[in-house]
């Protein structure tokens, strides 16, 4: 009998990426990717997942990291998606579409679980469409909506630092501005280790980051994956 496959799912603002998973969390498949529907509707979305899961079909079981508030399956938030996805199922609805077990995390949470250390208290941004934050106390994650918080001038977090604050200051600006929320972010959360992630980490100077500040992989996103069913 063969061991135990995970497709791994990622929705995020731009994009919808899919891997599957073999029990080490080691990427079985390439990644496929397909763009984020307009709108974002649960049924858009899902439609696009069924597309994915026709490329990605071996598995035996499903992680997705979604962009907004989870609780219990239950999506709650989705600030860059469509509105009507409060209140939505989201797992109980995968695991009846795909016909396997499914579980759903914020997706920045996902995210650092598949590269955190797992030793004292480590956060993971996430810089995609939005602004994703995770800490994490011993390998146990909290999602943190840091996002929609204020940070500059009345601003909150992602209006200073997600894609659209990105295209319309600039990169030179955002990065300004990048270095500033990591000082903020150290302050606050006296972290051991903070992990940046996401689409636009390949607009980041990286140069000048402190010492304890890691630049990691987007593929991340899916292969903290596996870590939802340890
Ligand atoms: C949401 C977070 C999410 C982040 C990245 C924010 O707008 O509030 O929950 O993790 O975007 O997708």
């Not at 920045?108 to 956060?123: M, T």
């Not at 994650?141 to 601003?155: Q, S, V, W």
Request: aromatic share 6%; net charge neutral.
């Amino acid at each position: 009998m063969r061991a135990m496959r995970t497709l791994s799912i990622d929705i995020g603002g731009t994009g919808i990426k899919a891997i599957t998973l073999d029990l080490e969390g080691q990427p079985l498949t390439e990644r496929t990717r397909l763009e984020t529907p307009s709108p974002a509707t649960p049924d858009a979305v899902l439609a696009v997942i069924d597309e994915l899961v026709k490329v990605q079909h071996d598995f035996d079981r499903v992680s997705v990291g979604f962009p907004g508030v989870v609780k219990d399956g239950v999506v709650k938030t989705a600030p860059n998606l469509d509105p009507s996805w409060d209140g939505f199922a989201l797992a109980l609805d995968i695991e009846r579409r795909l016909g396997r077990p499914a579980r759903v995390l914020n997706d920045a949470a996902v995210q650092g679980l598949g590269v955190i250390e797992g030793l004292g208290f480590e956060v993971v941004i996430t810089l995609g469409t939005g602004l994703g934050c995770a800490v994490y106390v011993d390998g146990h994650a909290a999602g943190l909506e840091l996002a929609h918080h204020p940070f500059r001038k009345g601003e909150t977090y992602e209006e200073c630092l997600g894609n659209a604050a990105r295209k319309s200051a600039g990169n030179k600006r955002w990065n300004k501005q990048v270095r500033r929320a990591i000082a903020q972010i150290e302050a606050l959360f006296n972290y051991r280790k903070l992990y940046i992630g996401g689409g636009n980490t390949k607009h980041l100077e990286t140069s000048e980051l402190p010492a304890n500040v890691a630049v990691v992989d987007n593929v991340a996103g899916l292969l903290g994956g596996i870590r939802l069913w340890r």
